[in-house]
C-alpha cells in the first residue's frame, strides 16, 4: 500500500498541490505582519488558521483538479469495468492528498517556528489543538474538493471552487449575526486575528470546530467513493449531524477568544538572583535579555529612596480587564517580542507613572522629567506634544540645585503612588 500511495503523490497533483499551500502560507506568515506571531506558539498557530483564509480555497482547488482526473484521461469507463469496488480505487488518491496537503500545513508551522524557537518556551497544549482543527479543515477542504471535481469535472470547477471557498469564509461571519459565536462553529478562521501574548482558544471551542470540519471531511471522503445518487444523498448525514453536534458543543457567547485568557501564561517568571526581575511565562525566553536592563534602572531609581526594589512585567489584559497587581516597591514594564533593546527607560519611567486605572498623580510629562532627570538625559517620547512638554519640564529641574530636584521628584514618586 506504501508503494501504491508514493506513486500516487509523484503522479498526481498531491505533491505540487502541497507544495503551492506551503509557499503561499510561509510567505504569508513573514510577509504580512510576522510581529503579530512572533510571541509565541499560541501566536503562531492562530495566524496560521487566519491564513486558512486563502489556504483552505487552494485546497478545495487542488482537490478539484484532482477530481476530474479520470474524466480528463477519459478511464472512467474502463475503472468501472474492473471487480475492484469504488472505494478501494479511490483510497490512494484520497490518501496522498490529505497526507500533503496536512504535512504542507505542518511544514508551514515549522518554517514560522524558525523565527521564535529560540525564545518561545511556553508551548500550551491549546495550542497543538489549534494546530490539529487547522489540519482537520485542510483535509475536509482537499476531500470536499474530490468530490465536486468529480462530479463536476470541468476546467472551471477548480478555480471557480476557490472563488466560493474564499466567499463563504469571508461572509460566514455577517450571515451568522447576531449570534457570533456560530461564526465560529463554521469557519476555521474567524477570531483568530486577534491573538495577544495571552490569548488562547478554549478546548471546547477547538472541539465544536473539530466535529464539524470531521464531519464535513467524512461527507467529502463519501461522495468521491460513491456511485449512485441514494450513496451521494446518504453521504450527507454525517455533515448534518456533525452541525448539530457541534452548535450543541460550542459555548454560545459572541466572544469566545477575544475574552479567552490563558491564566497559565499570565504567570509570573522570575530569574534566579537579586534584586529580583519577573516576566510572565510566555515571555519567559526573554529573561536574559531584560535581566541586565531591568537591573541597570533598578539601579538608577536607587538614588532616590523609596523606588521599586522589583521588576515585573505588566500582564494586565483588557478584554476582560484583568490587572496585573500593583505594589510600592515593584515597578511595571510592558514586554513585547522584538521591542526589548530598551527597557531601561521605560522601567525608570513606570516608577513614576500612575496606573491606567488611575484618574490621579502625575501626567506623562511629569514622570517623563523625572524619570530622565534620574537618568541624565533628555527625555523622548511617541508623542512630540509630550516630548516637548516634558523636555520643558527635565530642563527645570536640571536648573535646580541637586537637592530640590530630587525633592519634587520625589514628591512625583508619591503621586505616582496614590493609586497603589
Not at 163 to 185: D, E, F, H, K, Q
Amino acid at each position: 500500500m506504501s508503494r501504491v500511495l508514493g506513486i500516487e503523490i509523484r503522479r498526481s497533483a498531491a505533491l505540487g498541490s502541497a507544495l503551492i499551500l506551503l509557499a503561499v502560507g510561509t510567505a504569508l506568515l513573514y510577509l504580512v505582519q510576522e510581529a503579530e506571531w512572533s510571541t509565541g506558539w499560541m501566536q503562531l498557530v492562530m495566524s496560521q488558521r487566519l491564513y486558512l483564509a486563502l489556504l483552505w480555497p487552494l485546497a478545495l482547488a487542488a482537490g478539484a483538479w484532482q477530481g476530474r482526473r479520470e474524466k480528463q484521461s477519459n478511464v472512467i469507463e474502463l475503472f468501472a469495468s474492473t471487480p475492484r469496488p469504488r472505494a478501494q480505487r479511490a483510497a490512494p488518491t484520497l490518501g496522498a492528498m490529505a497526507l500533503t496537503i496536512v504535512v504542507a500545513y505542518l511544514l508551514m508551522g515549522v518554517a514560522g517556528a524558525v523565527s521564535i524557537i529560540g525564545h518561545a518556551t511556553y508551548l500550551p497544549v491549546a495550542a497543538l489543538a489549534v494546530t490539529a482543527v487547522g489540519a482537520l479543515a485542510l483535509l475536509g477542504g482537499v476531500w470536499l474538493g474530490l468530490a465536486v471535481g468529480r462530479m463536476l469535472p470541468w476546467l472551471v470547477t477548480a478555480p471557480a471552487l476557490a472563488v466560493a471557498g474564499l466567499g463563504l469564509l469571508l461572509t460566514i461571519p455577517g450571515a451568522t449575526r447576531p449570534r457570533g459565536w456560530l461564526s465560529m462553529v463554521f469557519s476555521p478562521i474567524d477570531e483568530m486575528n486577534m491573538p495577544d501574548a495571552y490569548t488562547t482558544v478554549a478546548g471546547r471551542i477547538s472541539a465544536a470546530q473539530a466535529i464539524w470540519l470531521g464531519a464535513l471531511a467524512i461527507t467529502g471522503l463519501l461522495l468521491f467513493v460513491s456511485d449512485g445518487w441514494r450513496l451521494r444523498v446518504a453521504a450527507l448525514l454525517p455533515v448534518a449531524l456533525g452541525a448539530a453536534l457541534a452548535i450543541t458543543v460550542m459555548p454560545h457567547q459572541n466572544r469566545l477568544v477575544v475574552d479567552s485568557v490563558d491564566l497559565a501564561a499570565k504567570e509570573l517568571v522570575c530569574a534566579p538572583d537579586e534584586p529580583r526581575v519577573c516576566v510572565s511565562r510566555v515571555h519567559e525566553g526573554l529573561l536574559p535579555e531584560i535581566v541586565p536592563q531591568a537591573r541597570e534602572a533598578l539601579t538608577i531609581l536607587a538614588k532616590v529612596p523609596g523606588t521599586p526594589t522589583r521588576v515585573h512585567e505588566d500582564n494586565t489584559t483588557y478584554l476582560p480587564y484583568l490587572p496585573a497587581p500593583i505594589s510600592a516597591d515593584v515597578a511595571l514594564v510592558t514586554v513585547d517580542t522584538g521591542k526589548t533593546a530598551d527597557l531601561t527607560p521605560k522601567i525608570v519611567v513606570s516608577a513614576f507613572a500612575r496606573p491606567y486605572d488611575c484618574d490621579k498623580g502625575p501626567d506623562l510629562a511629569d514622570s517623563l522629567a523625572a524619570a530622565y532627570w534620574l537618568i541624565g538625559r533628555e527625555p523622548v517620547a511617541e508623542a512630540p506634544d509630550i516630548a516637548a512638554d516634558a523636555v520643558l519640564r527635565w530642563q527645570e529641574l536640571r536648573k535646580l540645585p541637586t537637592e530640590e530636584a530630587a525633592a519634587r521628584i520625589t514628591a512625583i514618586r508619591a503621586s505616582a503612588l496614590e493609586c497603589k
